[in-house]
C-alpha cells in the first residue's frame, strides 16, 4: 500500500493563526507535533521507507521539508496550482500507478486529529485486504458520530457487503453535504450515518477509469502527465498541464458518480479541526466549558475559545459562547457556534487587495 498525506490545503478557518503562507496543517494544534507530523507519525506502522508520499502545494514545499526532513525528493508529489482535491487526487493516482502498477493507494488528509491511530492503521489494512478480492472498489472511512455536528458531511451506509477479518463493510447508499441540525439529529438518532473524514483507500487504476467515465477532460491531462512520468520532462509537463485542469472536489468529481463505493465504520475518536470551535473535540476544558492558550484572565466567562501569543493578556470579563484569538498583526472575536463563518473573513480579504498582508 501506498500512502499519501494530502498538505496542501490552506485551512481557511482556522484564520488568523492558519494562514496562507502557512496553513494549519503545519502548527502544533494539539501536542508538540504539527499535523503534519502527526499524520506521518501515525501512519509509520503502515507505511515504510518508499511507501509514504506527501503532495502539497508548490508554495509549501518548503515547509513539508522544514517539517518531514526525512522525506526522499522522489516521494513528494507537488501541485502547480490550488485545482481542490479532484485534480490532486487524479495526480497521485496518475503519478503512482507509472511508477508502480497497480498499486493500491490510501488518501488521507493531514488535519484532523485520530486519538486512536493503531486503529486506524488496522482499518487501513481492512479495506487494503478488502481491495484484493474487489478492486473496482472505492473505499471511504466513515466515522461513527459522537454528537449532532452540522459542520461534516455524512454518509447513509447500507448494507454489508461482506466481512474482512471480521470487520463489516458496508455499502455507500448516499454522500450528503453538511445538514442542518433538524437534519443532523435524524441522521445521528438513525445510526444508518457516519462522518465523512474524506480518507479513502482505493487502487489508482479504479480511480483513472472513473475519472475517464466522468470527467474525461481531467482524464486527458492526467494521461499526458502520465506519458511523462520518468522522463526529463516530467516536471515540465506537470507543471504546464495541471493548472489546465478544472477546480472540483473529488466527491463531485468521481465518489458520488461511482457505483461501487463502499465504508468502513470507523471508531477512531476523529476530529476534523476544521475551525476555532472544534478544538473542544480534542482539547481539555475547564469547568466553564472554555478553552484557553496564553495568557487569559477570565472573570465570569463561559463557553470561551481564547488563544494569544505569549506576553499578551487577553482579559475576559463576562462573557459566553466566544472565540477570540489574536495574534501580532489581526485579532478575531467571533460567537463559538458562527466560527464557521470565519472563511468569509478569508473570501473578503482574497477579493480585497488592502488586505493582502493578512490573507
Same mark, same amino acid.
Given at each position: 500500500m501506498k500512502v499519501i498525506i494530502r498538505a496542501g490545503g490552506v485551512g481557511t478557518r482556522l484564520w488568523p493563526y492558519s494562514r496562507k503562507d502557512r496553513p494549519k496543517q503545519f502548527h502544533a494544534m494539539v501536542g508538540d507535533r504539527t499535523m503534519l507530523q502527526e499524520a506521518v507519525h501515525r501512519i509509520g506502522p503502515l507505511a515504510g521507507p518508499g511507501d509514504l508520499f506527501v503532495s502539497t *502545494? @508548490?508554495? +509549501?514545499?518548503? +515547509?513539508v521539508c522544514e517539517q518531514v526532513p526525512d522525506l526522499p525528493a522522489e516521494c513528494l508529489i507537488v501541485e502547480p496550482a490550488l485545482r481542490n482535491t *479532484? %485534480?490532486?487526487? *487524479? +495526480?497521485?493516482?496518475?503519478l503512482l500507478e507509472a511508477r508502480f502498477p497497480g498499486c493500491t493507494v490510501a488518501? +488521507? *488528509?493531514s488535519d484532523a486529529h485520530i486519538g486512536r491511530p493503531d486503529e486506524f492503521c488496522r482499518l487501513l489494512r481492512v479495506a487494503g485486504a478488502a481491495l484484493e478480492e474487489t478492486p473496482d472498489t472505492l473505499f471511504t472511512i466513515g466515522v461513527v458520530p459522537t454528537r449532532v455536528e452540522t459542520g461534516y458531511g455524512h454518509i447513509r451506509k447500507g448494507k454489508v457487503l461482506k466481512r474482512v477479518e471480521a470487520e463489516p463493510v458496508y455499502a455507500v447508499e448516499a454522500f450528503t453535504e453538511k445538514p442542518d441540525e433538524a437534519r443532523a439529529r435524524a441522521y445521528t438518532e438513525s445510526g444508518q450515518y457516519l462522518w465523512n473524514?474524506?480518507?479513502f483507500v482505493w487502487k489508482a487504476r479504479t480511480v483513472l477509469d472513473l475519472f475517464r467515465r466522468f470527467e474525461p477532460e481531467i482524464y486527458e491531462v492526467l494521461m499526458r502527465i502520465q506519458r511523462a512520468v520518468g522522463t526529463p520532462e516530467e516536471a515540465g509537463t506537470i507543471a504546464r498541464e495541471y %493548472?489546465?485542469?478544472a477546480e472540483i472536489a473529488v466527491?463531485?468529481?468521481i465518489l458520488e458518480r461511482a457505483e461501487r463505493v463502499a465504508t468502513l465504520e470507523a471508531?477512531? &475518536?476523529?476530529?476534523?479541526i476544521g475551525s476555532w470551535g472544534a478544538l473542544t473535540d480534542v482539547l481539555p476544558t475547564d469547568a466553564e466549558g472554555s478553552l484557553f492558550s496564553g495568557e487569559v484572565l477570565a472573570l465570569d466567562a463561559r463557553r470561551v475559545t481564547a488563544c494569544g501569543p505569549a506576553g499578551k493578556l487577553i482579559a475576559l470579563v463576562g462573557v459566553e459562547d466566544l472565540v477570540v484569538v489574536d495574534t501580532p498583526d489581526a485579532l478575531l472575536i467571533c460567537r463559538r457556534d458562527g466560527a464557521q463563518r470565519v472563511k &468569509? @473573513? @478569508?473570501e473578503r480579504l482574497n477579493r480585497e487587495a488592502r488586505y493582502e498582508m493578512y490573507r
Open positions: *502545494g @508548490v508554495d +509549501l514545499v518548503s +515547509l *479532484g %485534480p490532486a487526487v *487524479g +495526480l497521485e493516482c496518475a488518501s +488521507l *488528509g473524514s474524506n480518507m %493548472p489546465k485542469m466527491d463531485y468529481a471508531d477512531i &475518536d476523529w476530529s476534523d &468569509d @473573513v @478569508v
